[in-house]
């Protein structure tokens, strides 16, 4: 007696399992986004409301669109001027912390020496220390100096506020790379400059543009440091601006939506356009 026997098939290997922590995932992800754009969206539409709008419907959308908001806004020459400082010290701070800190990761990555771990943990130790501690020693130090109500005196503490994680980030990315490269390079008559400089950075462009973009966005939105150091009008940014405008103009709430939206579109902008290589630098650095 002869029995039929269906044949059992393999899984396919294109076909994944189901998997039920996927949705969960998705879901999570959603909320999380919707509870960070949401406010986002609320600012920057609500600009585009007259304040007894906001006041009789608070979550309604704008009937009809307003646009003088924004006009009123950007028509001011203080709006410009807190722009102008905002980013001369973004850039300034950003380009500090990107050289000192590459600077310091391609010691701590490529050198060896007595002491380097301890060095490095130094720096992560960093990490933990709360800026907020620092700032009245701080403004003493810098008000000694004569170099309060200048951009140096933001500059420089955030340089040196956002040199741990610069390093913590950068350090991976340049200890992955092959000695190899590194005693080609010295074959083909490249010191340790040349090493860096056309290779190292070529191939860690992912992690400086992480850094880079982390330290633009967190000065842009530094408030409590240039609020202590920058007395001066002419030198306040634009956080500063932000308050100084819903101070004088408290019951324009249309008005201090409009304004916050443009204060905070720059960085915002900035941080998306770079998002794909911040993902990058910041995977290599967990990797590393």
């Known amino acids: 007696m002869i029995m039929a026997v269906n044949p059992v098939h393999p899984p396919s290997a294109g076909r994944r399992p189901v998997s039920w922590g996927t949705p969960l995932t998705y879901a999570l992800a959603l909320a999380v986004a919707a509870v960070s754009i949401a ?12 304040t007894p709008q906001i006041v009789a419907d608070p979550g309604g959308l704008p009937d009809p669109w307003v646009f003088d908001n924004y006009t009123r806004v950007l028509t001011q020459s ?8 905002s980013g001369v010290i973004a850039l300034g701070t950003t380009l500090g912390v990107v050289v ?54 933001v500059i ?26 590194e005693d080609a390079a010295a074959i083909d008559g490249a010191g340790r400059l040349g090493f860096l400089w056309r290779i190292a950075l070529p191939l860690s462009r992912p992690a400086l543009v992480t850094v880079g973009v982390l330290a633009f966005v967190a000065s842009w939105n530094a408030f409590l440091l ?63």
Do not use: C
């Open 100 to 153: 000192l800190g590459l600077a310091a990761a391609f010691v701590l990555a490529r050198y060896s020496f007595r002491g380097r771990e301890g060095l490095y943990t130094f720096f992560t130790l960093g990490l933990l220390f709360p800026a907020g501690a620092a700032i009245l020693p701080l403004y003493l130090m810098l008000r000694d100096l004569g170099l309060v109500n200048s951009y140096y005196a």
């Open 226 to 288: 240039p609020l202590l150091v920058l007395g001066d009008v002419d030198l306040h940014t634009l956080p500063l601006g932000v308050q100084n405008f819903s101070s004088q103009f408290s019951t324009d709430t249309a008005g201090v939506l409009a304004f916050t939206s443009l204060a905070m579109l720059p960085a915002l902008f900035f941080f998306t356009l770079a998002e794909k290589q911040i993902v990058g630098g910041l995977q290599g650095a967990v990797k590393g």
């Open 39 to 50: 406010p986002i969206l609320y600012v920057i539409v609500g600009g585009f409301r007259t």
């Open 156 to 181: 420089l503490p955030q340089v040196a506020f956002q040199l741990p994680l610069t390093i913590v980030i950068l350090r991976p990315f340049l200890s992955a790379i092959p000695r190899e490269l």
């Open 78 to 85: 203080k709006f410009w001027q807190q722009a102008f400082n």
